[in-house]
């Protein structure tokens, strides 16, 4: 019942439909009345269906909770076979950022974009931040290009994330003017 609470659309409930009739994909009924509450299309179900067996099923909520498509489980495919995350990818805490990275993602550019981060100083958690919302791999490159230009091992790489933000915000500011 709380599914279609303030449901704009039957969406919820076919959603829910899908996990009767697809099987639950390692959820529970509380995590299929989270996934499915407030859609309005199946995409949060397609999504959940796209998911590696491995992940719990908490994990595939967190991903898959405002899917629009299957695209966050393909980030997540995506980055995963990054060789620097391969090794670690049964560790909990390394799936659950990776699940941040692609949590809402459109496509696979937040995973190209982490996979494109060559600087070995940046760790998990910065490529996450860094690359998370991305739509192409353009912060890594501008974060790599930042970084050649300081050439410096005493700059903190949180200090370029920060100027990395900072730039952003300053071509926001510019655009909407």
């Known amino acids: 019942m709380e599914i279609c609470m303030r449901a704009t659309t039957e969406a919820p409930a076919e959603c829910a439909r899908f996990f009767k009739r697809k099987g639950r994909h390692g959820l529970k009924t509380g995590d299929i009345n989270t996934v499915c509450a407030h859609t309005t299309t199946l995409g949060p179900a397609m999504c959940v269906a796209s998911c590696p067996k491995n992940l719990a099923g908490y994990q595939k909520v967190a991903l898959c909770k405002n899917a629009s498509s299957v695209e966050p489980a393909r980030c997540y495919e995506e980055a995963i076979s990054d060789?620097?995350?391969?090794?670690?990818?049964?560790?909990?805490?390394?799936?659950?950022?990776?699940?941040?990275?692609?949590?809402?993602?459109?496509?696979?550019?937040?995973?190209?974009?982490?996979?494109?981060?060559?600087?070995?100083?940046?760790?998990?958690?910065?490529?996450?931040?860094?690359?998370?919302?991305?739509?192409?791999?353009?912060?890594?490159?501008?974060?790599?290009?930042?970084?050649?230009?300081?050439?410096?091992?005493?700059?903190?790489?949180?200090?370029?994330?920060?100027?990395?933000?900072?730039?952003?915000?300053?071509?926001y500011i510019i655009f909407q003017i």
């Not at 974009?113 to 060559?118: A, E, G, L, V």
């Not at 100083?121 to 996450?128: A, C, G, H, P």
């Not at 091992?153 to 994330?161: A, N, S």
């Open 83 to 171: 060789k620097r995350i391969r090794s670690k990818r049964r560790q909990v805490l390394t799936v659950d950022y990776i699940v941040k990275l692609c949590q809402n993602a459109e496509s696979v550019a937040p995973a190209l974009c982490m996979k494109h981060i060559s600087d070995k100083r940046l760790n998990l958690t910065e490529r996450v931040h860094l690359c998370r919302n991305a739509d192409s791999d353009i912060p890594a490159i501008c974060y790599s290009t930042l970084s050649k230009i300081i050439k410096s091992r005493f700059i903190p790489t949180t200090l370029l994330i920060t100027h990395y933000i900072i730039y952003n915000i300053i071509l």
